[in-house]
Structures are given as structure tokens and as C-alpha cells.
């Protein structure tokens, strides 16, 4: 990693000592709450693309837990200002993370706290240009009564695991997942969009969707546009049929699906609109078109 410095716990410390002891209950029980943030180096300076977006996000995390963290959200925007400006970056990705901490009781046990850089964040290897291929996986998406899909949580995210390593061994590049009733519901680290008919369209949160940051910047790009934006329920076969087929996430942007359980999706290309959309999302982030999107960071 090139980045020297982490914020742990309320300070910036040095990369190799922002540890933990073995015995932190977030690591035995997958007890911790994340999100994904991408700063951009522009005209301007550097900004974060809806920084307290997303910090609101991970406090909601932790509520649905019945959790509170142990930093406000202007203590941990702070904190991603100080861990870029102490490490020199523009264009990058943040971690914040809280997770149970040490001690005898995992129900009683503090919350921890970090934000963690990087200049490329994960997914960045991903052939975003050529479009990627999907399959329906096997694994359903976790259920409300089960675990629920509203928190990004650390541990939910076995179920993404599963359904993205199946993927990969079945020679596919994504997973998309379908809730208990067979709708579709998300990618594995990924909203899911189509386009039918000159319409957008996405499945609602009800079905097991996160409430993607980056899905709902993309929905307002598409609606200014003139493009009608719905949520509703998609089964495979709309995927299937679609003329055009993409996925959202703040690691990864905007993503053409070109083929979904080996079926060719539209030309089996990029979609126009997908290319625009992905083109509106940029000129959002260097151009200020959004200005209450952008955060200043250095």
C-alpha cells in the first residue's frame, strides 16, 4: 500500500501500527460496519463524492444493529480529511470501518474505529470498458428477518462471497443475486440496473436492494436526462431480455453487463445509455454539476 498513515481510534497513526489484537470480537463474528468512498483530484482541489452521504449511511448501519458510533459523522468527515492531506493523495479510496473491539463480553464490548486509504480501493482491476459477464447465482440474497439488507455490515457479506466466488469459478465475471421469492435483488457488491423500452429500471430496497449511494446519483443523472426511472420488481428473465443491462457501486462506477447466464444482452456491447450515464457521472464529479455532492477535502 502507499499510503503511510491510517486513522485508528481518533488519531492518524503509521500504516503498520494500526493493529489489532486477535482476539477482537469483529474478526470471530463478523460484527462491523463499512462503507466505500471515492475522493477525486479536480480543478478545484480534491474532493470527496458525497462524503456525508455516506456517513450517514454507516451511523444507519450501526442503528439497525442497535449500535452507536463512538464517533459522530462530522468527527469521522474530519477524519477522512486529515488521513488524505496526511498522505498527500488526490485521487483515492476510503475505508471507514467500525467493528467490535476486545474485551470479555462481545455484547458489551467498545466499538472501533478506522478509516483506512488507498489510491485504487478494491475492484479496480475490473473490465469496466469491454462490459462483464453475470450469472444468476444459486445463493439467494440474505432475507429482512434473517439479516438485514438495509446495514452494510462486514459479516452479510459472506453471502456476497459465496455468490461472487461461485461466479468466478463458473467462468463469469459478477454475481447477481435473487431474494427468497425470485426476484432479482442486487449484484454481490452491486446495485443492478436495465433498461427496457427507453426506461430505467432498478429493484426497489424491499427486495433486497442497498440503498446505493452511487444508484441513487446514477437514477438523478438518468431523470435529468428525460429517461423515466422506476423501482419494481425484476425476474432473470428481465435481465435476460433487456436491452441493456448495468451495475452501480462506488468501487467499481458504473458497470456494462454485456451477457447474464450466457445470454448476449442487447448488441452484447456497452448500451448507449450506459455509456452516457457513466460519461454524466464523471462531468457530475470534474464539473460541478451537482455541487452538493462534493465535499472539499485538500
Not at 172 to 177: L, P
Not at 212 to 220: F, K, N, Q
Request: aromatic share 8%; glycine share 10%.
Amino acid at each position: 500500500m502507499s499510503a503511510k498513515f491510517i486513522w485508528l481510534d481518533g488519531e492518524l497513526v503509521e500504516w503498520g501500527d494500526a493493529t489489532v489484537h486477535v482476539s477482537t470480537h469483529g474478526l470471530h463474528y463478523g460484527i462491523g460496519f463499512f462503507e466505500g468512498i471515492r475522493c477525486h483530484a479536480t480543478n478545484r482541489g480534491t474532493v470527496a463524492f458525497r462524503l456525508s452521504k455516506h456517513l450517514d449511511r454507516l451511523a444507519c448501519s450501526a442503528s439497525v444493529y442497535n449500535l452507536e458510533l463512538p464517533y459522530s459523522t462530522g468527527q469521522l468527515a474530519q477524519a477522512c480529511v486529515d488521513v488524505v492531506r496526511a498522505n498527500g493523495l488526490g485521487d483515492c479510496y476510503l475505508r471507514p470501518i467500525a467493528f467490535l473491539g476486545e474485551g470479555p463480553n462481545p455484547l458489551h464490548a467498545p466499538l472501533r474505529t478506522a478509516v483506512i486509504p488507498s489510491e485504487h480501493g478494491p475492484l479496480s482491476g475490473e473490465p469496466v470498458n469491454r462490459g462483464v459477464t453475470a450469472q444468476i447465482s444459486s445463493f439467494q440474497r440474505i432475507t429482512a428477518n434473517s439479516l438485514p439488507p438495509a446495514a452494510k455490515a462486514t459479516g452479510q457479506y459472506l453471502n456476497a462471497f459465496l455468490a461472487q466466488s461461485e461466479a468466478i469459478r463458473s467462468g463469469c465475471d459478477e454475481a447477481i443475486m435473487l431474494n427468497a421469492d425470485g426476484y432479482v435483488a442486487d449484484g454481490w457488491v452491486h446495485n443492478v440496473f436495465v433498461v427496457r423500452g427507453g426506461v430505467l429500471s432498478t429493484p426497489p430496497t424491499m427486495s433486497g436492494a442497498l440503498g446505493g449511494i452511487t444508484r441513487d446519483s446514477v437514477m438523478t443523472l438518468a431523470a435529468a436526462r428525460g429517461i423515466r426511472v422506476v423501482e419494481e420488481n425484476l425476474v432473470r428473465s428481465d435481465l435476460y431480455l433487456a436491452q441493456e443491462c448495468f451495475l452501480t457501486g462506488t468501487a467499481a462506477g458504473v458497470v456494462p453487463v454485456v451477457s447474464v447466464d450466457g445470454r448476449r444482452i442487447g448488441t452484447g456491447d456497452p448500451g448507449e445509455l450506459t455509456s452516457s450515464l457513466t460519461e454524466d457521472l464523471h462531468h457530475a464529479i470534474h464539473d460541478a454539476g451537482y455541487p452538493d455532492w462534493l465535499e472539499d477535502i485538500a
